[in-house]
């Protein structure tokens, strides 16, 4: 199907094609993906409120919870060395 919906021929081609563009939505998502988790971080880091981070992320307080702490270890990793 095409995003309007109609049929088309699935050939071998533009299955190949399909999928390249999966792929590289995929990339492009684990990218974003990684910046809003800086994003989070960073609005943690000036004090915005979780519920706060939730409602504009649409994430649970849990999720919200693990990407910051994910980078709490290597915040501490970072001040023992200073």
Same mark, same amino acid.
């Given at each position: 199907?095409?995003?309007?919906?109609?049929?088309?021929?699935?050939?071998?081609?533009?299955?190949?094609?399909? $999928?390249?563009?999966?792929?590289?939505?995929?990339? %492009?998502?684990?990218?974003?993906?990684? =910046?809003? *988790?800086?994003?989070?971080? /960073?609005?943690?880091?000036?004090?915005?409120?979780?519920?706060?981070?939730?409602? $504009?992320?649409?994430?649970?307080?849990?999720?919200? %919870?693990?990407?910051?702490?994910?980078? =709490?270890? *290597?915040?501490?990793?970072? /001040?023992?060395?200073?």
């Amino acid at each position: 199907m095409t995003t309007n919906g109609t049929l088309c021929v699935m050939d071998k081609r533009s299955l190949a094609h399909m $999928a390249q563009r999966f792929r590289e939505a995929e990339a %492009r998502a684990e990218i974003l993906r990684q =910046e809003l *988790a800086v994003a989070i971080r /960073q609005a943690d880091g000036d004090g915005v409120a979780q519920k706060d981070i939730c409602e $504009a992320t649409g994430y649970t307080r849990q999720q919200v %919870r693990r990407i910051v702490m994910a980078a =709490e270890p *290597a915040a501490h990793a970072d /001040q023992a060395e200073a």
